[in-house]
């Protein structure tokens, strides 16, 4: 591993490490739940190969896919985020000839944007936000991996309110390993509320 990733794993850990701490004293949620709701659903391809139509509000009931985007609350207020799973590439390929898998192992690489919706900035670090879910149950944290599926989120990120930000977290799991869902939660994935998308 590179000097410069293994620079930006300690800084991930270490904002994540001083995140729980916040997150252990804010007066927040204290029940834990899961959003499968979209607020709004992908947009819709243009009939004629033209431009995407505007995404339109989730009908009653639907569960959140890539596209769709979740509106999550974090463990503070003025925490707030609209995140969308814009694409999952699977058995993504490394940026470089140095940056592969371990044996056994593939690359899935989850782009998000992240829209800072409350009145206090966004800042964390994304990479410990999310997990890779597949069909037993087996839960995957986040590698730092840069895949040609497009540049990894900064660490830290800050986004100011009503502004947002495009980036990829990457997973190394199993070859064999079926994907069923993603999740995402704020404060580095301390926050009591997380969003899920279900992978087709």
Known sequence: MSVRLRTRR?????????????????????????????????????????????????????????????????????????VTLVKVVDGAKGADEYTEPAAGKRYVTAQFRIKATGSAAYSDAPHNSAKLIDAQGQNYEATIAETVAGPEFPVPLSIAPGESALGCITFEVPADAKLDKVQFALDSGFAQQSGQWKLA
């Open 10 to 82: 300690t800084a991930a850990v270490l904002l994540g490490a001083a995140l729980l701490a916040a997150a252990t004293t804010a007066c927040g949620p204290t029940d834990s739940s899961v959003s499968t709701s979209p607020k709004s659903t992908a947009a819709a391809p243009a009939a004629g190969g033209g431009s995407s139509a505007p995404a339109a509000d989730a009908p009653k009931n639907a569960v959140a896919k890539t596209g769709d985007t979740i509106a999550l609350k974090g463990t503070e207020k003025s925490n707030s985020a609209d």
